[in-house]
Nanobody
Framework: QVRLVESGGDLVQPGGSLRLSCAAA????????MAWYRQSPGKQRDLVAA?????????GDSVVGRFTISRDDAIAKNTIYLQMNNLKPEDTAVYYC?????????????WGQGTQVTVSS
């Protein structure tokens, strides 16, 4: 059974940076698409960024130019990262790793447990 394990969430001041990591366990083949979503209280879970094995990227409008998604291409490692710069209070949310989709325009069915990011002074 595939498990996604996130790490890197923290409390950071506005303007600061964080790097989130997500590693897939229990799988021996490369996942075609992995992504980050986020959800804050009372709001829906939204796409932050997605990356396909062919290099295709997709970002949510509010993070373009500030966040960068990348992945480790070592065979079967299935690890992605989210570099978050110039963080704003509105970036505060639980960030979830997602996998299982065939393209960056789809949402996968595999979710991690989430990691909290809080941006506050």
């Amino acid at each position: 059974q595939v498990r996604l394990v996130e790490s890197g969430g923290d409390l950071v001041q506005p303007g600061g940076s964080l790097r989130l990591s997500c590693a897939a366990a229990g799988i021996t083949y490369r996942l075609s698409t992995m992504a980050w979503y986020r959800q804050s209280p009372g709001k829906q879970r939204d796409l932050v960024a997605a990356i396909h094995i062919d290099g295709t990227l997709k970002y949510g409008d509010s993070v373009v130019g500030r966040f960068t998604i990348s992945r480790d291409d070592a065979i079967a490692k299935n690890t992605i990262y989210l570099q978050m710069n110039n963080l704003k209070p509105e970036d505060t949310a639980v960030y979830y790793c997602n996998a299982g989709a065939y393209s960056v325009d789809q949402q996968g069915v595999i979710w991690g447990q989430g990691t909290q990011v809080t941006v506050s002074s």
